[in-house]
């Protein structure tokens, strides 16, 4: 596949940054009768993005589509040629810059028609290529920016120090390291993420998981769960296999 397939990604403008992490774009042209699926792990994360090669279910022929927090592994069959350019959210910032609730975006798709004001959408429908689609997201999203909230502000203080201290496996030592009540905490996420910190957690900790067995790790796979939350083998086992599709100990010996 990536023979045939160019992954890119670029940062947005400083107006934009509280927001969105990243631009990213995909670009491919496969051989006939030739297809490759595509999969992601789970981000707790909202992307926008113009798709020309890629049909949606429920979309119509819409291009512009936002795809919400998606909750397992996100599979997409890529054949002919085609393109995506998106904006890949901070976990919150699509409702956080839009007013959406993240809720109702959850494990699905929908033209960005629905969150979006009809001017953002037409600037976004009328990009003809991945050339010049950080200036054109750049654009159209700069109108939609504000000040933060400092209920946004708090949740990306929460996420940041879910992503950069590996030793957090709870969510109650999240909380006491933020200074955060059980109760906000539920509040922000519900409300800006549309999953639980409880869900966020674990799935950073799974994609250190990952990161350490594509990394070389060779040692037990009962000690490399344990290290990040799962004390019962069974649990991590099937949970593993469900997001990458294969079970852990066949991921540690695939061939590097």
Same mark, same amino acid.
């Given at each position: 596949?990536?023979?045939?397939?160019t992954?890119?990604?670029?940062?947005?403008?400083?107006?934009l940054a509280p927001w969105?992490e990243?631009?990213?774009?995909?670009?491919?042209d496969?051989?006939?009768? =030739?297809?490759?699926?595509?999969?992601?792990l789970p981000?707790?994360a909202?992307?926008?993005?113009?798709?020309?090669?890629i049909?949606?279910?429920?979309v119509?022929?819409d291009p512009?589509v936002?795809?919400?927090?998606?909750?397992r592994?996100f599979?997409?069959t890529?054949?002919?040629?085609g393109?995506?350019y998106?904006?890949? $959210?901070?976990?919150?910032g699509?409702?956080?810059?839009?007013?959406?609730?993240?809720?109702?975006?959850?494990d699905?798709t929908?033209?960005? =028609? =629905?969150? #979006?004001?009809?001017?953002?959408?037409d600037a976004?429908?009328d990009?003809a290529?991945?050339?010049?689609g950080r200036e054109? #997201?750049d654009?159209?999203?700069?109108r939609?920016?504000?000040?933060?909230t400092?209920?946004y502000?708090?949740?990306?203080e929460?996420?940041?120090?879910?992503?950069?201290d590996?030793?957090?496996?709870r969510?109650?030592?999240?909380?006491?390291?933020?200074?955060?009540g059980t109760?906000t905490?539920?509040?922000? #996420?519900e409300?800006?993420v549309?999953?639980?910190?409880?869900?966020?957690?674990?799935?950073?900790r799974?994609h250190?998981v990952?990161?350490?067995l594509d990394?070389?790790?060779?040692g037990?796979l009962?000690?490399?769960a344990?290290?990040y939350g799962?004390?019962?083998?069974a649990? $991590?086992?099937?949970?593993?296999?469900?997001l990458?599709g294969?079970?852990p100990?066949?991921y540690q010996?695939r061939?590097?």
């Amino acid at each position: 596949m990536a023979q045939h397939v160019t992954l890119e990604r670029a940062e947005c403008s400083a107006q934009l940054a509280p927001w969105v992490e990243n631009y990213w774009s995909l670009r491919w042209d496969l051989p006939p009768d =030739t297809s490759y699926l595509s999969s992601t792990l789970p981000h707790p994360a909202c992307n926008l993005s113009v798709e020309r090669g890629i049909r949606r279910d429920g979309v119509d022929d819409d291009p512009v589509v936002v795809t919400g927090v998606v909750t397992r592994r996100f599979d997409v069959t890529i054949r002919g040629a085609g393109w995506v350019y998106a904006a890949k $959210f901070r976990p919150g910032g699509l409702a956080a810059l839009t007013g959406a609730h993240a809720r109702d975006l959850r494990d699905v798709t929908v033209a960005a =028609t =629905t969150v #979006f004001d009809p001017a953002t959408t037409d600037a976004l429908r009328d990009l003809a290529g991945t050339d010049g689609g950080r200036e054109t #997201f750049d654009d159209a999203l700069a109108r939609l920016a504000t000040t933060p909230t400092d209920d946004y502000l708090l949740l990306l203080e929460v996420i940041a120090a879910m992503l950069a201290d590996r030793s957090l496996l709870r969510v109650a030592e999240v909380e006491q390291r933020c200074g955060v009540g059980t109760r906000t905490l539920q509040r922000l #996420f519900e409300r800006y993420v549309g999953v639980t910190p409880k869900w966020v957690l674990s799935r950073y900790r799974m994609h250190d998981v990952v990161t350490d067995l594509d990394a070389g790790y060779g040692g037990s796979l009962a000690d490399l769960a344990a290290k990040y939350g799962w004390f019962d083998q069974a649990h $991590f086992t099937r949970e593993f296999t469900d997001l990458i599709g294969v079970p852990p100990g066949s991921y540690q010996r695939r061939e590097r």
